[in-house]
């Protein structure tokens, strides 16, 4: 059971341009939806996050955007530049005894020079 | 402050054999986690740890075991090693939200 959909699965941008993934997710327990950036060969690492108490939350040129009602949150990256070439990840977490997290499929993103 | 260290780094196996991947974190964190990375893939989770003899199943446990008898070590138990384990495999820990994770270890099942 897939509890959080990401989409899309790879994604081409301009220097410069605009990057959005999006993910929606099932379960209303989530309380905590972070984003996480993978470099090849690296482990992944936390990019920004997101309570679903707030609609918007931005950091420098990433910017996460909830919709509550939707069950739906997107992460935007401003600028984008050939070092953000990664994949992302976004997941959701059930604050419960083992605080583990639910990740979505990952997002393969290339930013062209 | 090394963080999450994972050893090895890259291991080929035979089917029917067995390893352990080995994880440690020095940042004083109760929960630790397992997780398999296939191609193009998510990460799903293996088993957990919240604390210093407490372990539990993830989404996908079977043909895998894990322990933790101290807050710093939580090691991953392949026994019989099959081809459908090839992946990559992540540990992380945390304190209570951000995960930080390992290097990762490359296994391949031949």
């Known amino acids: 059971q897939q509890q959080v959909k990401q989409s899309p699965q790879s994604l081409i941008v301009q220097k410069g341009g605009i990057s959005i993934i999006n993910c929606a997710y099932e379960?209303?327990?989530?309380?905590?939806f972070p984003w996480y950036q993978q470099f090849p060969g690296k482990g992944p690492a936390l990019l920004i996050a997101?309570?679903?108490?707030?609609s918007e939350k931005k950091e420098g040129r990433f910017t996460i955007s909830f919709n509550k009602s939707a069950k739906q949150f997107s992460l935007h990256i401003m600028d984008s530049q050939p070092g953000d070439s990664a994949t992302y990840f976004c997941?959701?977490?059930?604050?419960?005894?083992?605080?583990?997290?639910?990740f979505g499929g990952g997002t393969r993103l290339m930013v062209k020079p | 402050n090394a963080g999450v260290t994972q050893t090895p780094k890259f291991r080929i196996l035979k089917i029917g054999q067995s390893m352990t991947l080995q994880c440690t974190q020095d940042m004083n964190h109760n929960y630790m986690y397992w997780y398999r990375q296939d191609p193009g893939m998510g990460l799903k989770l293996i088993y957990y740890s919240v604390g210093a003899g407490i372990t539990d199943k993830g989404e996908v446990p079977n043909g895998y075991n894990v322990s933790r008898s101290t807050t710093e070590d939580f090691p991953l138990r392949l026994e019989l090693a099959a081809p459908s384990q090839t992946s990559v495999y992540f540990c992380a820990s945390t304190r209570a939200s951000e995960q930080y994770f390992g290097p990762g270890t490359r296994l391949t099942v031949t």
């Open positions: 379960n209303t327990a989530f309380d905590y």
């Open positions: 997941a959701a977490r059930v604050n419960n005894a083992g605080n583990m997290l639910t």
């Open positions: 997101i309570r679903p108490d707030v």
